[in-house]
């Protein structure tokens, strides 16, 4: 090997796509180097499945492409997948006993699209149980640690892509976002994470949470990165996604440099107030000082129906989440209880073992908020304001070009730190989950550390469309600073 094996995992994913492009390195060996990196640090429990000889054979087959003239633009760089997006050489649980063992016979538009770009799959990583959850905790296969701090959350749901890309157990990861799972985790370990406008890529073979809100997205190291990856999984997938937009995709690259001079940053008062913990204020202060010098202007701006995204959220996310979920019969996927006396005892049962908690609890929910009696109380109420929600923003965009704030209230608490208080997750997602409910693109981008070490992210919200000048607001911060370079002593 001519690449020294301990810069490997040191190596952003655009110097590793270089290397294996000059043959510096071969796809075999930068993927045995990370599979034994995974085995190594399988005490964080970010992995679910790695099967070696898979891997092992996807990357043979990319190099040959390397050796032939003939390879994609991630030829060779290994990635790993959120496991909520299905696969056929890997199982696919979505963190549920419901769906142990299970094998798709496809795989996801996202996971085809990136390895048609050459890149070479390491394995599923763990998350929230179908995606339900901010701290990794309602995964079935155990929670996933923080790589700055094992004892505390890597933050959720995709806390298992977070930890590997932070631990440089991978170097970039899948991950998927219905309220802020791309960001808070992204935060919560220190990662740079995107997630573009609902519709921007498919969702074909990601297993359904919330219809209207789940969005593919990529946490990697840095926003050069994210640009890297979004440009071979996005664009449109008419067939197999009807919300796919029709929107080409495009190479998010090319105006990672450009300049900052006069661009408006949107600073909304409802996420500079009473609840941000002192130490994340503190971290997003000093970022908006650099963006400045950069030559932005802040803009004090407006969300006013912030927080009622809460209560709007966990009515919707639920009331899709129901319905979404109610195909986990035992008859067609997964699980199917071994004793039951007949047909309806059959899906009781099957359901009663195969769910954890709190998605037995959103399915309570959503099917009582779409019931006859309280469907215009809650459902139809909480779309209307969904509706104000999505134009405030767009009344703020008038006033500037991205609107900046925190991801999370505080950096990453401990595991057990919210007991069994859904209620405590639930309100820690006040900053994601207006972009989300509004379809639009954010970002969670490395800008320090607060109370213990732990990293703080500032988010970064676009108007629809608009990931290629997110990427470079965050690019530009990213060349003048070194936070998203720094990694946890694991
Ligand atoms: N924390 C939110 C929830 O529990 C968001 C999860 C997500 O984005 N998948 O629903």
Redesign the pocket.
Known sequence: MTQNSQELHDLSLTELAAALRTRRVSSVEVATYFLQRAKAYAHLGAFLDVQPDVTLAQARAADARLTSGHSGPLEGVPLAHKD?FVTKDFVTTAGSKMLEGYRSPFDATVVARLAQAGAVTLGKLN??E??????NE?SAYGPVKNPWDTTRTPG???GGSAAAVAARLAPAATG???????R?PSSFCGVTGI?PTYGRASRYGMVA??SS??QAGVLARSAQDCALLLSAMCGPDPERDSTSLDVPAEDFSLKLNDSLEGLRIGMPTEFFGIGVADDVRVAIDAALKHYEALGAKLVPISLPRTELSIPV??II?PAEASSNLSRFDGVKFGHRARDYTDLNDMYERTRAEGFGD?VKR?IMIGTYVLSHGYYDAYYLQAQKIRRMIADDFQQAFKQCDVIAGPVAPTVAWALGGHGNDPLA??L??IF??PA?LAGLPGMSVPVGFGACHMPVGLQLIGNHLTEARLLNVAHRYQQVTDWHTARPAV
């Open positions: 909520i998350c929230d179908f995606a339900m959850g901010s701290a309602n959720g749901s995709s998927t976002d219905t309220g802020g799972s791309i808070q997630k949470f919330a809100l789940d959220y966990y996310a709190e959103r997750d639930y820690a997602d994601t989950l989300s």
